[in-house]
Nanobody
Framework: QVQLVEAGGGLVQAGGSLRLSCAASGRAFSSYIMAWFRQAAGKERQFVAAVSRNGGNTYYADSVKGRFTISRDNAKNTVYLQMNSLKPEDTAVYYC????????????????WGQGTQVTVSS
C-alpha cells in the first residue's frame, strides 16, 4: 500500500512557475513508476508526465514538453513537477500516481493516487 500526498498548487499568473511535490509513504517507493496527471473541470483526466523507477527516464505529454520537468528523489520518497511558462489551459487539478507495473499514459494503469492539488493560471 502506498499513500500519496500532493502539495504546491495555487494561483499563478500566465508565464509564471509552480513546483508541485508528491510525498509517498509506505513501502518501496523506488519500485514504482511515478506520474502526474491533471483533470480540468468537465474534462477527462489526462497524462502530464512520468518518471522511471530510478529517475533516469522521463516522459511528457506534448502539451507540456519543454515547459514542465518531472523528477524524483527516492531517498525522500518524493516526486516533483516543476511547471514553467504556465498557461491558462494548464488550469486543472493535478494528481500524483504510482504504478508497480509498466506505467504509461492511461490512468487506469496506475495503482495508487493522491487527492489532487488545484493549479489555477490566470490570464
Amino acid at each position: 500500500q502506498v499513500q500519496l500526498v500532493e502539495a504546491g498548487g495555487g494561483l499563478v499568473q500566465a508565464g509564471g512557475s509552480l513546483r508541485l511535490s508528491c510525498a509517498a509513504s509506505g513501502r518501496a517507493f523506488s519500485s514504482y513508476i511515478m506520474a502526474w496527471f491533471r483533470q480540468a473541470a468537465g474534462k477527462e483526466r489526462q497524462f502530464v508526465a512520468a518518471v522511471s523507477r530510478n529517475g533516469g527516464n522521463t516522459y511528457y505529454a506534448d502539451s507540456v514538453k519543454g515547459r514542465f520537468t518531472i523528477s524524483r528523489d527516492n531517498a525522500k520518497n518524493t516526486v516533483y513537477l516543476q511547471m514553467n511558462s504556465l498557461k491558462p489551459e494548464d488550469t486543472a487539478v493535478y494528481y500524483c500516481a504510482a504504478d508497480a507495473g509498466y506505467g504509461g499514459m492511461w490512468p487506469g494503469t496506475y495503482d495508487y493516487w493522491g487527492q489532487g492539488t488545484q493549479v489555477t493560471v490566470s490570464s
